[in-house]
């Protein structure tokens, strides 16, 4: 089986992230309860990063897909950003210490490996050849990234300590029928440095977040399966920076409404920190994968809409730190320059 690529992706943005900085080791907290580390953190939080990244895929078509800077605050963009090879498309990973980390795929859906580029501008830097996606641990120590090996028919989670030069891998699938999952995608570090999450992809609406040890994991058996009540699917994990994990679940029902809530578990129940979205009518697109540099969540909320009679989406920024989540500001139209592109994998 196979990772999911660019298109794939694409049909899956379902977003929103808690912050991950700081180094502190993991705290149990009581079963179903919301950890008070959570409350004081998100109320803690300030104003919306300056700026976020994203990718830009033209409305008009064309194969490379490139990285633009947007403000925040007024959602235009500022920059667009140097990217690898000519005709690679980039998939914005995530903004770390002044750097845009994105997945770079060309032409032949060949990953050509996870590159970072200057946030303020500049030459792009190949961080791991080949890799899918790629994730730094809070304090830098250790690094994560997603990579195929035995000419593409196994997927597997490397795991390496950048201070010791170790390395260990994490076998997550391989070509044989009935195996292993379809994908796995967006990784996560804990601020323990040991334990990793990982979202692991079934079909296009099933997802699960699993959570590894990875300095004794080998295999996707050694994962514990983050819980989802009922019919739905749990996605884009990230961590308090109290240990306490957190990711994203899409409630499934019958009369065409899917509930998506913003979650925090920390080895009971999964305890509800805000629900992002619960309205009528098709479902929406939450975009990014994105952390922020303090205690909040955010992500942007796509809504269909029309536009001179066609078809269009609708893009605004939100931001959660604490009580109900804040509108920040509506993004512009995806017509307008460069030449008319939409807006998706984002992160701040």
């Known amino acids: 089986m196979s990772v999911l690529k660019p298109l794939g992706r694409a049909a899956l943005i379902l977003a929103a992230a808690m912050v ?61 950003l140097t990217g690898p090879p000519a005709g690679a498309s980039d998939l914005v990973l995530s903004v770390r210490g002044g750097w845009v980390y994105f997945a770079a795929w060309l032409r032949a859906g060949v990953p050509s490996g996870v590159w970072r580029v200057p946030l303020a501008g500049g030459p792009a830097q190949l961080v791991r050849s080949g890799a899918i996606t790629y994730v730094l641990s809070p304090d830098g120590r250790m690094a994560a990234s997603l990579i195929t090996v035995d000419h593409g028919r196994t997927t597997e989670i490397a795991v390496t300590n950048l201070v010791t030069g170790h390395r260990g891998t994490i076998v997550m699938a391989t070509s044989r029928p009935g195996s292993g999952p379809v994908g796995v995608t967006n990784l996560a570090w804990a601020p323990d440095d040991t334990h990793l999450a990982a979202e692991v992809v079934e079909s296009a609406f099933a997802s699960d977040v699993m959570v590894f040890n990875a300095r004794t994991a080998r295999s996707i058996r050694d994962g514990r399966t983050a819980p989802c009540p009922g019919p739905c699917a749990a996605k884009f994990p990230a961590y308090l920076r109290s240990g306490t994990l957190t990711y994203v679940t899409e409630q499934l029902s019958a009369g065409g409404t899917s509930p998506i809530t913003l979650v925090s578990w ?80 984002i992160a701040w």
């Open 266 to 345: 920390a080895g009971g129940k999964p305890a509800t920190l805000v629900t992002m979205w619960d309205g009528p009518g098709p479902l929406p697109l939450l975009q990014g994968e994105s952390t922020t540099p303090r205690s909040a969540a955010i992500w942007v909320l796509q809504t269909q809409t029309s536009v001179g009679g066609r078809p269009a989406w609708r893009s605004t920024i939100w931001r959660w730190t604490g009580g109900k989540p804040v509108r920040v500001r509506p993004l512009p139209p995806v017509t307008e320059p460069p030449a008319g592109y939409q807006l998706t994998d």
């Open 20 to 80: 991950t900085a700081g180094c502190g080791a993991a705290t149990p907290h009581p079963a179903g309860t919301v950890p008070a580390a959570a409350v004081r953190l998100a109320a803690g939080a300030a104003a919306t990063p300056p700026v976020f990244a994203g990718t830009l895929v033209p409305t008009r078509g064309g194969t490379a897909w490139p990285t633009g800077v947007f403000s925040s605050a007024t959602g235009q963009l500022l920059r667009q």
